[in-house]
């Protein structure tokens, strides 16, 4: 068991820092409003610390989950200094590979180990301890990191050199946002055409149309409810390190362009918290989406 500390306790890092506890780690919580980290302290075996530097201070693995690439350096530049040499730097966060490398560099510079390792799965996936973790680093020092991030994963893949886990984060952001327009494209045009939905993803689920998005999300779906995961806000956050990236290293990358824009439509739908899965509203709206 080891000595972990957990900074940003939202919707994704309050589970996550439980399922450590609960796997029998020493844990420490940190977030930046002090009354939620109390209240995780309330709830799990652990403490909470009020400041990042005593939070990190005697930790063998620091732990993060935050927002965005200035939020992750702004609680980087608190944590790094003050960690112990030999401690390890995970980054959860979903934040560019730029800043992946960054911080790969300071945590050498300070004689500790660092692994950008973004998580796919949600807040269900979190809650239920079964994430799945793309990871960039050193190889040792992912094998010293694999066994606590064990504690809420089902899947955890060492990718390459530090900024790959966040690479592939984006492969999977751009893959997402595929699957669910042409889910939703596929919905809609089912009710329109006077079919059952349920018979139809009856049937297509069985072959090459099925994905997990199909499984889990059809029926909520069509029923207008988007609440059962990951917010467009941090959808389209997402989608812009990925664009942002792909004008770096060239990718042409068409789909995701066009739905970061959909999602756009739903956001001026008021839909900013509704969960990816909602671009099926655009559609369904009075004037409907894009014609065909």
Aim: aromatic content about 6%; hydrophobic content about 45%; charged content about 20%.
């Amino acid at each position: 068991m080891a000595r972990c500390t957990f900074l940003g306790l939202g919707v994704m890092g309050f589970p996550m820092a439980g399922h450590l506890a609960g796997a029998g780690h020493e844990v420490t919580v940190w977030n930046r409003t002090a009354r939620k980290a109390a209240d995780w302290a309330g709830r799990h075996p652990g403490k909470s610390a009020e400041t990042v530097e005593a939070a990190v201070g005697d930790a063998d693995f620091v732990l993060m989950c935050l927002g965005d690439d200035p939020d992750v350096r702004r609680v980087a530049e608190h944590a790094i200094p003050a960690m112990k040499p030999g401690a390890v730097l995970i980054d959860h966060t979903t934040a560019s590979a730029e800043l992946a490398r960054e911080l790969d560099v300071q945590a050498r510079d300070a004689g500790i180990g660092f692994v950008d390792a973004p998580v796919s799965g949600g807040q269900a996936g979190a809650e239920s301890g079964q994430l799945t973790i793309m990871c960039g680093g050193e190889a040792d020092t992912f094998a010293a990191a694999e066994p606590v991030m064990d504690s809420y994963a089902k899947a955890i893949s060492l990718i390459g050199p530090a900024g790959s886990g966040q690479l592939a984060k984006m492969v999977n952001q751009i893959c997402i946002a595929g699957i669910v327009q042409g889910l939703s494209e596929g919905l809609h045009f089912a009710q329109r055409a006077g079919l059952d939905p349920a018979l139809v993803i009856g049937a297509i689920s069985k072959g090459a149309a099925q994905s997990w998005q199909m499984e889990n999300r059809w029926e909520t779906m069509v029923a207008g409810k988007f609440d059962y995961g990951f917010a467009i806000d941090w959808m389209r956050k997402d989608l812009r390190i990925t664009l942002d990236e792909a004008r770096r290293n060239g990718a042409t990358l068409p789909v995701a362009a066009q739905v970061d824009q959909f999602y756009a439509d739903v956001q001026a739908m008021g839909g900013n918290r509704w969960d990816t899965s909602s671009l099926i509203a655009r559609l369904e709206r009075p004037g409907g989406g894009s014609k065909a």
